[in-house]
């Protein structure tokens, strides 16, 4: 298990390698297939390399044409299997953030909750790659207040770090009768506003802690960005009065994020690698 | 060009002399055009005496001030030098002077020789420089040359006389304003002051040294006087560094304030005037002092502007007022800057550097480079959810999308193959093979014909042989295939219970579920029965009516036979 991930992980790491080539020879053909189609001669640089490009131009298919970005290959295979999350928090968690991963763990479909005790993160990270879990998030508090949020895809896969502000959590609202239940269904996500590279790899990072949903299902998970700020909204919809028109109906935690570090590997938060590859 | 007349040039140097000083300021085509002819004309009355010079007259047209300047120079200087020669000359003999210049009276004469001592006192006291040498060796050269030696005792013994009557001739050329005796003390004093008092002895020491010098009769004599006067310059002249300029403005380059204007209260006026400008300085710096000073100031002003016609005006003008205020700031400024910094202004200041709670007061300012916290408002959660809304009605979800399955391997198709054994043998089967190749018209159609006539389904009949037959003596070779399976056996579907498990309503259930089939085969056995009675009712009542018609035909039979 340990050495089939290392060879993973370096070949991931051989593949990104290339990337940079695979994009120029890209580039090339593109100018070949541009200068044929309008007739114009080729451009003298590639001279050399016209005859096995255009080959290749004639075999090539919509989709080995565009290379492979990558970028979130960690995630190439994500969509064969549903992820596998655990939900544990800092050590000696107090009661108000215990109750609030209680809630997380019902929000993210598929996820499982542990108590920290005294256990190290590789450990923990250990115990997870041999149960076949795919993220592993950790929930950090100040004085009660959930503060700080960790997200890290196992097998070698991405780390963000978010901090939590403006956090509701549903223990806070007394009536319960209001909120009612919350709904388990696999839910619809909807990502707004993440435009920048960056915003497109925390998107992803978001996107696969979710399974695939059913194409009816009335719960949403919202993470709109604004100004750097994401924010985290929990909402069920009835269509009530024809097709236009919906209700929205908010249940589960509310809470904005800001990103301050990404990292490639999982290493944890106390800087100790959990696997220096 | 043509030369202008002397008159004309007499009439230029006139109105240059009429010109009031205030109409030199602003430059004027006139004031120049005359300014160009009265020197032309002053240039033509002084060719003649110089015995070479480039120019035979001065070009004035389209030249600038500086070239005009340069030809009057170049024609002044052997000028100057020779005159300065001359004079020199008839300072020693005054003799000559009287066979030169026969009208002048002896006043005059004397005027002359004391002019020239005290025009080589004033060139000794001023920077007298090269100038000087170069007079002293043309002096001796001159002297060689003009036949001196008779006339040298003549020259001493007027040199006494001359020494007397210094004093008695000032009447002659002294005005009021150029009092020269009193300029030639001033200046010594002042020397005096510069250069220390010895200088004020030595120079009296060498005037005397030199009068004495005069007196007596040696033929050497002026060879030392020479020596003495070259002595007297040369140190002059390393205590006065020279500029040459000065020279040549023997007469005007000496001219001072108090030659114009008189002067002021002994020597002693110019150290308390500066004293009093300094006075005013140090007051203006200092607000509090500056009027107590100032009013004293103005008072020795005022004072000093009663007996001099002063420049400075009792009150400041305007440009005087802002230089003042310019100057006091200036003084604040630098007190500020050498007074230290306040601590906002130093660089890094830790608690202990600076005052209790002042950084509460001042306004610091920061560069943030992380967007200040979003207030979560009414507004903030309205438009979150309209967003949300318009992607529910659009249907427009970020979901992931299941990939579609890599076409690796087509699915295998699994054709119906015959497992049976083929009824053919391998050599029919290659003879039909061959006949095929060689003759495809021989070969029937299709194969699939006999293939069909082949493909018999063998069917053959399975009884319920009871296992227990196997058991018998001479057993049966009755295989397990023979046998019926179990599920072939049980007539049942569903969940089979068995009696002890039923509960009383499905007993209930059975029971009246028996009698509903027994009563069905009831029914059906009846009505069998009936039908069969029926039948045979009606087969009675057929053959009856069969019976009867026969016996009817057999009676007509015999009524017929009979007849017969």
Redesign the interface.
Not at chain 1, 188 to 192: A, F, G, Q, T, V
């Given at each position: 298990m340990l050495r089939r991930n290392v060879r993973l992980r370096r070949e991931y790491l051989y593949r990104k390698s290339l990337e940079g080539k695979e994009r120029i020879r890209y580039e090339n053909k593109r100018k070949i297939a541009e200068a044929l189609q309008e007739g114009k001669p080729i451009p003298t640089e590639l001279r050399n390399v016209e005859a096995e490009l255009r080959a290749e131009i004639d075999l090539e298919d919509d989709k080995t044409a565009v290379p492979r970005s990558y970028i979130d290959d960690e995630y190439a295979t994500?969509?064969?299997k549903d992820p596998k999350i655990l939900l544990t928090t800092s050590r000696d968690p107090s009661a108000p953030l215990v109750q609030f991963v209680k809630e997380l763990k019902i929000v993210f479909p598929n996820a499982e909750r542990i108590n920290r005790g005294g256990q190290v993160i590789s450990e923990i990270i250990e115990s997870c790659r041999s149960h076949d879990f795919t993220d592993v998030i950790l929930v950090h508090e100040h004085r009660g207040v959930p503060d700080g949020m960790i997200i890290s895809h196992l097998p070698f896969g991405p780390t963000a770090y978010f901090g939590l502000?403006?956090v509701v959590t549903r223990h806070d609202i007394k009536d319960k009768k209001a909120i009612g239940t919350m709904s388990e269904a696999y839910p619809?996500?909807?990502?707004?506003n993440f435009n920048t590279k960056l915003g497109e790899r925390t998107?992803n990072i978001l996107?696969?802690l979710?399974?695939?949903?059913k194409p009816d299902t009335k719960r949403?998970l919202?993470f709109?960005n604004?100004?750097?700020?994401i924010?985290f909204?929990h909402?069920v919809?009835e269509k009530r009065g024809g097709?236009?028109s919906?209700e929205?109906r908010e249940i589960g935690p509310r809470f904005?994020m800001?990103l301050y570090q990404v990292t490639l590997g999982y290493r944890n938060q106390l800087g100790s690698c959990g696997s220096c590859l | 060009m043509g030369r202008p007349s002397e008159a004309a040039g007499m009439e230029a140097l006139h109105q240059l002399k009429s010109t009031e000083p205030p109409q030199w300021l602003a430059p004027s085509a006139s004031l120049s055009e005359s300014a160009r002819a009265a020197s032309q004309h002053l240039f033509a009355s002084l060719r003649p005496h110089v015995r070479k010079s480039p120019f035979d007259e001065l070009l004035v047209d389209n030249f600038d001030a500086e070239q005009i300047w340069q030809q009057i120079d170049l024609l002044t200087q052997p000028l100057v030098r020779s005159i300065r020669r001359r004079v020199k000359h008839w300072e020693k003999n005054p003799a000559e002077i009287e066979n030169l210049l026969p009208e002048v009276a002896d006043g005059g004469k004397k005027v002359a020789q004391g002019k020239k001592m005290e025009e080589i006192d004033d060139d000794d006291d001023d920077d007298g420089g090269d100038m000087d040498m170069d007079d002293d060796d043309d002096d001796d050269d001159e002297e060689m040359d003009v036949d001196n030696d008779g006339e040298q005792d003549g020259g001493k013994d007027e040199g006494d006389e001359s020494e007397e009557e210094e004093e008695e001739k000032s009447g002659g050329i002294e005005d009021k304003f150029l009092k020269i005796k009193e300029l030639q003390e001033h200046l010594e004093d002042e020397e005096a002051r510069h250069y220390g008092l010895d200088a004020k002895n030595k120079k009296s020491k060498k005037k005397s040294g030199s009068k004495k010098l005069e007196d007596e009769d040696d033929d050497s004599e002026e060879g030392e006087e020479d020596k003495e006067e070259d002595d007297d310059e040369d140190e002059e002249v390393d205590l006065f560094a020279g500029g040459d300029d000065e020279d040549e403005e023997d007469e005007m380059g000496n001219a001072r304030y108090e030659d114009f204007f008189g002067k002021k209260k002994g020597g002693s006026e110019p150290k308390p005037r500066f004293k009093d400008e300094l006075g005013e300085d140090s007051s203006s710096g200092e607000e509090e002092k500056e009027e107590e000073l100032s009013s004293d100031d103005d008072d020795d002003e005022e004072e000093d502007d009663d007996e001099n016609v002063n420049k400075k005006p009792k009150v400041l003008s305007t440009h005087e007022k802002e230089v003042q205020k310019i100057k006091s700031e200036i003084e604040k400024m630098e007190k500020a800057n050498l007074d230290p910094k306040t601590w906002t202004m130093q660089g890094e200041v830790t608690a202990a550097n600076r005052p209790k709670n002042s950084a509460l007061e001042v306004d610091l300012d920061f560069e943030h480079n992380v967007r200040p916290v979003p207030v979560i408002t009414e507004e903030v959660t309205q438009s979150l959810e309209e967003i949300i809304k318009k992607r529910i009605i659009e249907g427009q979800f970020d979901d992931i999308k299941r990939a579609p399955g890599l076409p690796s391997k087509a699915p295998r198709e699994l054709k119906p193959v015959d497992e049976n054994k083929s009824n053919k043998g391998l050599a029919e089967v290659y003879e039909e093979e061959f006949v095929q190749q060689t003759d495809p018209a021989a070969a029937p159609l299709s194969f699939s014909d006999e293939q069909k006539k082949e493909i018999i389904e063998d069917m053959s009949i399975q009884s319920n042989v009871p296992a227990l037959a196997m058991e018998e003596i001479a057993p049966v070779a009755v295989s397990d295939a023979a046998m019926l399976a179990p599920e072939e056996v049980f007539s049942g579907k569903g969940n089979v219970k068995a009696e002890v498990e039923l509960t009383q309503t499905e007993r209930k259930r059975r029971r009246a579920k028996k009698k509903r089939k027994f009563k069905a085969v009831e029914t059906k056995k009846m009505a069998s029965k009936k039908a069969r009675e029926d039948e045979l009712r009606k087969q009675k009542e057929g053959t009856l009516l069969v019976v009867q018609v026969t016996h009817l035909c057999c009676q007509i039979n015999v009524m017929l036979n009979q007849k017969l």
């Open positions: 994500a969509t064969e502000l403006n619809h996500l909807i990502l707004d998107a996107k696969h979710f399974p695939v949903p949403i919202t709109a604004q100004s750097d700020y924010s909204r909402h919809y097709p236009k919906v929205l904005e800001r | -």
